[in-house]
Each structure stands twice: as structure tokens, then as C-alpha cells.
């Protein structure tokens, strides 16, 4: 397939990645090479496959609707790169 | 005494031939000399350690009957598993500040069975490479030429145990990433069967596909590790409510009347020395009883093409988390806060996670997710069965780990396809969530090579008895690299 820089551009945006001009013409080109490799699958005949997400056929385990945790907000806290009071500081949002 | 296995040591120990104060201030003499030349650590926490190999040899000599089965032996952890307290940045920009407040459920484990921890080792950013040549602490070299890549993504692990800087690391392995620097390194290194091993604390790359195993010199001393890191965990969804054998109980069985798989779509790819060498391998696994036979997995081509749309998806979406706010990397005077997660993402991500986030939010957006994303998982259906065939006729299955032997460092960073082909023999098995292990089998102009053995779902146990026992009549696992001395 034929992978546009612009929809490159787009993806890189989606996924809230910024990138120079140049990185996005290298990215661009690798990726165009990937798929190229992944397109092999479009080949393959899976009428009546059923797909397949996780190793584990089995249901998810459920756990009692309780606390467990105890109130770590601090250490958590700790690590962000800004905070004030009990709260992560973001630039202003709403105006 | 630092090309010593495991075993061994915890012997040494047992019978007070050395203590554990001893063994650790040693291995980090090691650490210190070669770490410089091998990049191999991030972190070093040589004063927890020293403190902590103290009270194992206080509470050896206190009670010995009762000591924990592996106190005071010293190990390394791949960067990506959390340890309260200490750094865990995952070899990237993004987490180069992040400090873990938590310890991931293998790092309780080992240090519930005694274990001392000196460090952490490098590793490709988030897991994601075969060379360790993404990681925003630079390359590790392999001990065996440092000119050659060690294999990746926990190549850190892999060399630290080959050049004798500790006897033994955990790694994590989504597409190979424990396998491959094992056989790079001249190693043995396991990679359990999914839900095994718990995940929890364990830095989300593909939840899917990733799984910690451990890695050491000899399949003996991979069961001890085991034995340390299985079992059921209530804080991972996926963790396996089965109980935990003791791996160390069948490794002297006798292999004879064992069927052993070997795939032809892998095999017809090998020639050369590399053939030469697998074949030796497999003559002494004939010679010991297993009977050698040809099998098929029919959709082997196609464990590249899926895995590289299954993990990236996977990937996109874990490590959309990173953006900048709660913990990580943070980029200077964002202006709002778009801005803020574009340059925090983009100032923080490696080229390698950069590429593959982009792959992944491409084959998961709207009108492209039936064609790649579903696709894909209907192509890993095909590769799991395949297995499940292949299991109905044959005990385990024997493969190349790798292509070749470790390749030389840059020679294939700036071409991602072909650096992604290098994993031909070990993804399919992540997609299928089985259990391998790769074992060393011998050398090719002075660069070890490894047989990779794979095994049915919980299998580990008749792994290790056949590694275990082609080590018992052989020993390539008991080289060294001279240079390390």
C-alpha cells in the first residue's frame, strides 16, 4: 500500500507525538518499508477465522468489589513533573 | 569464582566457602571495572545490596535449616520491572526521572527467596528492539566481541551474566527479547509460559505477549530461578491459577523415547555454519534417546507480518499513559495543553517507540482496524494452532533461536525490516503464549550460537529436563568470554 506523508502526519498528531519535518520524512519512509512486510497478510485466506486477542481463551477472573488499596496519593504524587495542593498542574484549559 | 553458575554458589554458600557479604562486594568489583566498557547497568545499588548481604549471612549463620532457598545470592533486574524506591526508567527519556513507589511482584518474589539485587540493567527503550541499540543510555556491547550487539530488548541482562558481572538477571521477552540475547550472549534463557510469571509492576509494552523470565548460565540454575519468579498473582488478570511445580525436580530425568519437533519452514532458512552447528546440537539430543521429527508449521511466515501489527497496537495504546501530567518527562513552557502531551511525547519517545506507536495508532484507527488490526489476530489464530497440531504429535520443538549469530553494532540500526527479521524464530511463540527457552549450543568465529526449545502450554519442566540434560553432555554453557576474566 501506498502510505501518504500527510496521513503519517495525521497518525503522528492521533497519537499526540510531535515530530520535525525530518523526522517525520525518515519516519515516513520507514514505515512505508513496514508495511510493506505487514501487507503479506492481506493475502492470506481467514474466512472463518476466529480472531484471536490473547493467549488465554478463558474468561477474565472477576475479584470482589472491594478496597484493597490503601491511600498512597502522596508518594504517588511525588513524582509529577508539577503539582499544587493535592492536585497535577496542567496549563489552564478553560479560559 | 564470577563464572561460577548458581548452583554452584549457592553451594559455596551453603557450605561457607564464602559469604554472601563476599560474593556481593565481588560482583560489584566486577560491575565497576566492566560496566564502563559494557554499558550493561543503568543502576547500580551496591550499598542496598552490601547492607542486604549482610543480614542474609546474619540470618545464614542464625538459622540455617530455615534460610530462604537462594538468601544471599546476587541478581540483576531488567530496567522495566518496578523497584520501590530506585529508579526504573525503562532505558528512556520518558522515564529517566521515575523514581518506581512500587516493587513489581518478581522483584518481591526474588527477594522473598533471598535474592540480592545490585542493579538494573539496560535494555532497547520500553522493550522494543533486538539489539539493544535504542536505549537513551546507549548501546550495550557483547561480552563475547564488543563490537557486536548483544541482542536485544534485554540485552543489559544478557551481557551482565555473560561477562560474569552477576550470575543471574531477569528479563522480559513479546517477541524474543529473552531468547535472543541468551543465544547472542551464550546463555540460557527462559521464556515461561503466559500468565506464568506475574506481570504486575512489570512495565506494559504489548499485555498480550510480554512475559519475565529469568536468564543464568544452565537450564539448573533458570529452574531455581523459576521456582523464585512463578506463581499466581492476585494483582495481574492475567496471572495462571495454577501451582507452581518445583522446575528443579525433573531435570534428571532421562530424555529417551522424547519426540522432538523440528519445524522444516524454520530449518530450510538455516545453512552454512550455522547449520552445522544446530545439527551437532540435535545429534547429541538423538544420542541421549529423543527421536528427531520433521514437522510443520504452516503459517511460520506469517509470525512477522502479525506480530508487527499486534504489538504496535498493543504499544500504542499502553503508552498513551506517558503524556506529561503524573509522572515521566515533561517538556519546558508548554504553551497549552496539547502542546504539552505533543512535545512531552515527542521529546521523550526514542525513534524505535516513536515508530512503532505510530504503527500501532494507524492499523487501530477507523477504517483500518478490520483490515490490519482484526486480520492480525485471525493470522495468530492460524500460528496457534499450528501449534496445537504440532503438540499432538511431538513432545517439544527444536529451532535455531536466531538467523545468526550477534551481528555488529550499527550494521543494522538504520533498517528496521531487516532488524525485525531477526526475530523470525522466536515471535510466534509470544503470539501463542507458549513457553521457550534458548540454550547455548556452540560458536561460530568466536560469537556463541543458541538451540532454541519451545513446549506446550505450562511445559517449562520438560524444557528444562532436555536442557538440562543435552548440558549434562556438553558444555558450551560453561564457556566465558576471556576478555571479561
Known amino acids: 500500500m501506498t502510505l501518504s506523508i500527510k496521513k503519517v502526519q495525521e497518525t503522528a498528531y492521533l497519537a499526540r507525538i510531535a515530530m520535525s519535518d525530518a523526522e517525520l520524512n525518515r519516519c515516513h519512509h520507514e514505515i512505508e518499508q513496514i508495511f510493506t512486510l505487514i501487507d503479506q497478510l492481506q493475502a492470506v485466506d481467514t474466512k472463518g477465522i476466529t480472531p484471536l486477542a490473547h493467549p488465554q481463551a478463558s474468561q477474565q477472573r472477576t475479584v470482589a468489589d472491594k478496597v484493597t488499596e490503601s491511600d498512597q496519593h502522596e508518594k504517588f504524587q511525588a513524582l509529577a513533573p508539577a503539582k499544587q495542593l493535592d492536585y497535577y498542574l496542567v496549563p489552564q484549559v478553560i479560559e | ?485
Open chain 2, 1 to 485: 569464582m564470577h563464572f561460577k553458575s548458581l548452583t554452584e554458589l549457592k553451594l559455596a554458600l551453603h557450605k561457607k566457602e564464602v559469604s554472601s557479604h563476599e560474593l556481593v562486594s565481588h560482583y560489584l568489583k566486577r560491575i565497576e571495572r566492566f560496566n564502563p566498557q559494557l554499558n550493561a547497568f543503568i543502576t547500580v545499588t551496591g550499598e542496598s545490596a552490601l547492607q542486604e548481604a549482610q543480614k542474609a549471612d546474619t540470618l545464614r549463620a542464625r538459622d540455617p535449616e530455615n534460610a530462604p532457598p537462594l538468601l544471599g545470592l546476587p541478581m540483576a533486574h531488567k530496567d522495566l520491572f518496578c523497584t520501590d524506591g530506585v529508579k526504573t526508567s525503562c532505558a528512556s527519556k520518558m522515564l529517566d526521572n521515575f523514581i518506581a513507589p512500587y516493587d513489581a511482584t518478581v522483584v518481591t518474589k526474588c527477594r522473598d527467596t533471598g535474592l540480592i539485587t545490585l542493579g538494573k540493567t539496560n535494555m532497547d527503550e520500553f522493550a522494543m528492539g533486538s539489539s539493544n541499540e535504542n536505549s537513551f543510555y546507549g548501546p550495550v556491547l557483547n561480552p563475547w566481541n564488543t563490537d557486536y550487539v548483544p541482542g536485544g530488548s534485554s540485552g543489559g541482562s544478557a551481557a551482565a551474566v555473560a561477562a560474569g558481572l552477576v550470575p543471574a538477571a531477569t528479563g522480559t521477552d513479546t517477541g524474543g527479547s529473552i531468547r535472543q540475547p541468551a543465544a547472542l550472549c551464550g546463555l540460557t534463557g527462559l521464556k515461561p509460559t503466559y500468565g506464568r510469571v506475574s506481570r504486575y509492576g512489570m512495565v506494559a509494552f504489548a499485555s498480550s505477549l510480554d512475559q519475565g523470565g529469568p536468564f543464568a548460565k544452565s537450564a539448573e540454575d533458570v529452574a531455581l530461578l523459576l521456582n523464585a519468579m512463578a506463581g499466581f498473582d492476585e494483582r495481574d488478570s492475567t496471572s495462571l491459577n495454577v501451582p507452581v511445580e518445583d522446575y528443579t525436580q525433573h531435570l534428571n530425568r532421562s530424555i529417551a523415547g522424547l519426540k522432538i519437533g523440528l519445524p522444516k519452514e524454520y530449518f530450510s532458512h538455516v545453512s552454512g555454519p550455522m547449520q552445522k552447528t544446530l545439527e551437532e546440537a540435535l545429534k547429541v539430543l538423538e544420542k541421549l534417546g529423543a527421536t528427531l521429527v520433521e514437522i510443520s508449521l504452516p503459517h511460520a511466515d506469517l509470525a512477522i507480518p502479525t506480530y508487527y501489527v499486534l504489538a504496535p497496537a498493543e504499544c500504542s495504546s499502553n503508552l498513551s499513559r506517558y503524556d506529561g501530567v503524573r509522572y515521566g518527562y515533561r517538556c519546558e513552557n508548554p504553551r497549552d495543553l496539547n502542546d504539552l502531551y505533543l512535545r512531552s511525547r515527542g521529546e521523550g519517545f526514542g525513534t524505535e517507540v516513536k515508530r512503532r506507536i505510530l504503527i500501532g495508532t494507524y492499523v487501530l484507527s477507523a477504517g483500518y482496524y478490520d483490515a490490519y488490526y482484526l486480520q492480525a489476530q485471525k493470522t495468530r489464530q492460524l500460528i496457534k494452532q499450528d501449534f496445537d497440531e504440532a503438540f499432538k504429535k511431538v513432545d517439544a520443538i527444536a529451532s535455531p533461536t536466531t538467523p545468526t549469530p550477534a551481528f555488529k553494532i550499527g550494521e543494522k540500526v538504520s533498517d528496521p525490516v531487516t532488524m525485525y527479521q531477526c526475530d523470525i524464530y522466536t515471535l510466534a511463540l509470544n503470539l501463542a503464549g507458549l513457553p521457550g527457552l534458548s540454550m547455548p549450543a556452540g560458536f561460530i568465529n568466536g560469537l556463541p550460537v543458541g538451540l532454541q526449545l519451545m513446549g506446550h502450554y505450562m511445559q517449562e519442566s520438560k524444557l528444562l529436563n532436555i536442557a538440562h540434560q543435552y548440558q549434562c553432555h556438553s558444555d558450551w554453557h560453561q564457556q566465558h568470554p576471556t576478555a571479561m576474566e
